[in-house]
């Protein structure tokens, strides 16, 4: 399996994990749970180490890319802009959600304020995610679409005439 492959397969569910944990951290919050609470940070981590390997498949995959100019490689560099800004993010999140992990075997009060800084750092973390990931699916269809390439639908056209009249 190439890197490529496995950026793929796995690229989708960093965004979906941290959307979960966003959707746990607000009913969380709003129900006044400290378990979903926890179980939220526990998933926060776990997307950061996820979204650790998903980017570095998407640089080894994109070593092998080789586009250079065009439509797939502007579509390439938006992907890894919004990617990195997104890693950041999720850095930030991640490593704050390990560090609220800690203190809270210490120390299990949770002020509904550090709750409100995490929530705002999922939900940050996660249309970041969802960007990117749009970002991404973006490649393929710029490939597809370039400017040079003219699709002649006639042959389609008059097979459908001749099969379906």
Known sequence: MTYLKLHLLLNYYPAIFAALATIILAAGL????PGAYRAALKLLVFVFLLTLIVVFLGEF?????????GPRAAALER???TGTAAFVTVAVTGIAALVANIRLRK???VTRRAQAIMLLLAALSTALLIASVLAGRSIKSAAAARADIFINTNSTEME???WHA
């Open 107 to 109: 120390r299990p009060d």
């Open 160 to 162: 459908n005439n001749k």
């Open 61 to 69: 995959a994109g070593m092998y890319a080789g586009a250079s100019e």
């Open 79 to 81: 992907h890894k802009l």
């Open 30 to 33: 709003y129900f006044g749970k």
